[in-house]
């Protein structure tokens, strides 16, 4: 005797060696034994085979008509048993139950399950919606079985060129454009991004990565909402005529933040402004112009574009352009020429006469250090520059012997930076050198100021955000850079306190910082009870955190995209563009270890099995393969150019602490553009020079970002 029986949610026949009481023990065809109880069992049969029985069955239930079946079942519940009469007649056998059984439990749509054997029929409702969903699935397996061919030949279905993007960054995973997606690279065997690449789904790579960071942290658009500018106090006074106040910047920056002014005093004094753009004037704390800022909390820089915190219109109302009188912050510090000490400072919030934006594409080859102490060259502004240069020397050695206090060696500077100027997929990279006097009295106003003006908030008892940088553990440790709300030194600056404040068009913390300090200028001794922000303000505590992990994120994508761009300048001179003839090898300085920095680019990279090679080492590099997908790139070592005069002693201590400071420093996001001279990046024993903050950036890229 055989069995048709239910096992773990499917049916089985097998033939039956022996029956104890309610359990049946059966030996299937394949040979295995399974004991199977009597209830489970829901065909006993002779004929015919228990192997055959299955093929047969399988072969009827594919004939029997689900529609005719579903008519002919009762609206109640009923045994399998009941629709085999009513549907094979009187004459059937146990083929046609156990192909009955095999339909039955093979259609949920049509019947439902109730128990072993027992099944009812679908409301008639039910049936039509549930067999329009599988024509709906249906149809979208064809489809997405067409999107799939496409692209496995290489082309990409017009149904994804507006989801291309999309689909790479923020998918619906469920959605047949990703399967197809997905089952085309997979058989393909190259990830997603590179056959939406050659399809022609994205332009390019720098698409993609720009695309992916949008979706990221502007799901919505960089667009702005419509924001009118605020109205400025009607009781704004003009600075005096004597101010005559001027700029020194890139180029191409638009966001100015500041500028400086002199006026010449009797023995020996001057009075030098530090005027910032006063965008808190405009703005109040809650507004709508404030809930912009605050959720971009900072303007995103890139080679080739920016993201402003700001809309074009703030900008405009509040940046320091040349020719005409705009709202300012100032700073004015009196200080005597003799000794350039500061005898006295003072803050005002006022409107400056803005008479220059000085550039520095124009100027820093005819402002050095040679031209001022000869008093030569003709250019806009020579006798204020020739004021404020020995003003900056003098602040600079002042954090210098601060920071020799604190354990510190002596700031190590750059002597070359670079600038990037991007045109569609076109990129030019060009040096520019650093440590000049006007990048020197740039950062140094402006560490000045931010140092003042922290005291000054600390003074009133206001609270604001400040940098901090501390020894972390034993006092001559790494240092830990923080953002608080209480002063606190910045050891790396050599300041007893640092507030950024010299920013507020480009970071939020700045115009925070601002609105605290103009509460100190108007209300004195009583800030504290009126400024925007109180003591222990929880919110304040939010912007800090929100801020920290925002601007590192920004800089972060600002770090990629400059190796991105420095990869493709090196494809550029691969293929001989410019006018240059095709290479692929370039020269190289080794930093340490399999650490080298590429000398014409601003581009660090690790060289596995480079090779013991002395700090200083030049090589010639030979670029064997880019990949703008993964923003990587594959290079290695032809031979050596020279190597460096073997130093020793102090010198080569102080080598050897550059050495670390160049690779810490590379690691770290920049400052500001401000801070661009001073700032010591995080768990360092130094400083080193990283310019940040305009539309032409401009750092040194360290090996974090995808290894050769």
């Given at each position: 005797m055989n069995v048709f029986f239910e096992e773990s949610g499917s049916f089985k026949a097998g033939s039956v060696l022996s029956r104890q009481g309610d359990a049946f023990q059966v030996e299937l065809p394949g040979g295995r034994r399974a004991k199977v109880r009597a209830k489970d069992v829901l065909i006993e049969f002779e004929k015919p085979a228990a192997g055959e029985l299955l093929e047969q069955a399988d072969a009827a239930a594919q004939d029997i008509d689900l529609d005719f079946l579903w008519e002919c079942a009762p609206a109640e519940e009923f045994a399998y048993t009941t629709l085999a009469a009513e549907y094979f007649g009187e004459t059937y056998g146990p083929v046609e139950r156990a192909a009955l059984v095999l339909r039955l439990h093979g259609s949920p749509v049509y019947f439902r399950r109730k128990g072993r054997g027992q099944y009812q029929?679908?409301?008639?409702?039910?049936?039509?919606?549930?067999?329009?969903?599988?024509?709906?699935?249906?149809?979208?397996?064809?489809?997405?079985?067409?999107?799939?061919?496409d692209l496995k030949a290489g082309r990409?279905?017009?149904?994804?060129?507006?989801?291309?993007?999309?689909?790479?960054?923020?998918?619906?995973?469920?959605?047949?454009?990703?399967?197809?997606l997905e089952a085309a690279a997979a058989a393909r065997g190259i990830s997603m991004p590179r056959l939406m690449l050659e399809c022609g789904g994205i332009a390019s790579p720098r698409a993609l990565h720009e695309a992916r960071f949008l979706a990221e942290f502007f799901p919505h658009g960089t667009g702005f909402p419509g924001v009118e500018v605020g109205a400025l106090p009607d009781d704004l006074p003009d600075a005096a005529e004597y101010v005559q106040a001027f700029s020194i910047d890139d180029v191409t920056t638009t966001e100015i933040d500041d500028a400086f002014s002199i006026e010449h005093l009797a023995d020996g004094r001057v009075r030098i402004g530090i005027h910032i753009a006063a965008p808190a004037l405009g703005i109040k704390r809650g507004d709508t112009a404030d809930t912009v800022a605050r959720t971009r909390l900072s303007t995103v820089y890139m080679p080739g574009d920016k993201i402003t915190m700001l809309p074009d219109d703030f900008v405009d109302a509040f940046t320091l352009k040349e020719g005409g009188m705009r709202p300012a912050l100032s700073l004015y510090c009196i200080v005597n020429r003799e000794t350039q000490e500061i005898v006295a400072t003072e803050t005002r919030a006022e409107r400056v006469f803005v008479k220059n934006n000085l550039r520095h594409n124009t100027l820093d080859e005819v402002v050095t250090e040679e031209t001022l102490a000869a008093g030569t060259g003709d250019y806009p502004h020579k006798e204020d520059i020739a004021v404020l240069w020995p003003f900056a020397q003098a602040l600079f050695e002042k954090r210098q012997q601060a920071r020799a206090g604190y354990g510190l060696r002596r700031e190590v500077q750059r002597n070359t930076d670079f600038n990037f100027y991007v045109d569609g997929e076109h990129v030019t990279i060009s040096p520019r050198r650093r440590g000049s006097p006007l990048d020197l009295i740039v950062a140094e106003l402006a560490i000045l100021a931010n140092s003042t003006w922290g005291a000054f908030l600390h003074d009133h008892g206001v609270p604001g955000i400040y940098r901090s940088q501390r020894a972390f553990g034993a006092p001559m440790g790494p240092k830990r850079t923080r953002m608080q709300t209480n002063a606190a030194p910045h050891e790396g600056l050599g300041v007893a306190q640092y507030a950024w404040?010299?920013?507020?068009?480009?970071?939020?913390?700045?115009?925070?910082?601002?609105?605290?300090?103009?509460?100190?200028?108007?209300?004195?001794?009583?800030?504290?009870?009126?400024?925007?922000?109180?003591?222990?303000?929880?919110?304040?505590?939010?912007?800090?955190?929100?801020?920290?992990?925002?601007?590192?994120?920004?800089?972060?994508?600002?770090r990629r995209m400059e190796y991105f761009w420095c990869l493709r300048w090196l494809q550029q001179e691969m293929r001989g563009e410019d006018g240059h003839e095709a290479r692929r090898e370039f020269p190289a300085t080794v930093v340490k270890d399999d650490l080298v920095r590429f000398e014409e680019v601003p581009l660090l990279m690790h060289v596995p099995a480079l090779g013991v090679h002395a700090r200083g080492t030049r090589l010639m590099m030979e670029v064997l393969s880019i990949d703008e997908l993964t923003i990587e790139a594959s290079v290695r070592m032809l031979r050596v150019l020279d190597a460096p005069v073997v130093t020793s002693g102090e010198q080569a201590e102080d080598d050897t602490a550059e050495d670390e400071?160049?690779?810490?420093?590379?690691?770290?996001?920049?400052?500001?553009?401000?801070?661009?001279?001073?700032e010591a990046p995080a768990d360092s024993t130094g400083a080193d020079s990283v310019a940040e903050g305009e539309e032409v950036q401009s750092s040194e890229l360290h090996a974090t970002e995808p290894r050769s």
């Open positions: 029929r679908a409301p008639e409702e039910q049936l039509k919606m549930a067999l329009a969903s599988l024509e709906r699935k249906r149809q979208q397996a064809l489809v997405q079985a067409g999107y799939e061919d990409l279905p017009e149904a994804l060129k507006d989801k291309a993007l999309g689909l790479l960054t923020k998918p619906d995973k469920n959605s047949i454009e990703y399967k197809a404040s010299t920013s507020p068009l480009r970071r939020y913390v700045d115009l925070v910082n601002q609105w605290q300090l103009l509460a100190c200028v108007e209300h004195g001794v009583a800030a504290k009870l009126v400024a925007p922000f109180k003591p222990k303000d929880a919110d304040l505590f939010a912007v800090v955190q929100g801020f920290d992990e925002t601007y590192t994120a920004y800089a972060d994508h600002q400071e160049l690779i810490e420093a590379a690691d770290a996001s920049a400052e500001s553009e401000a801070e661009a001279l001073a």
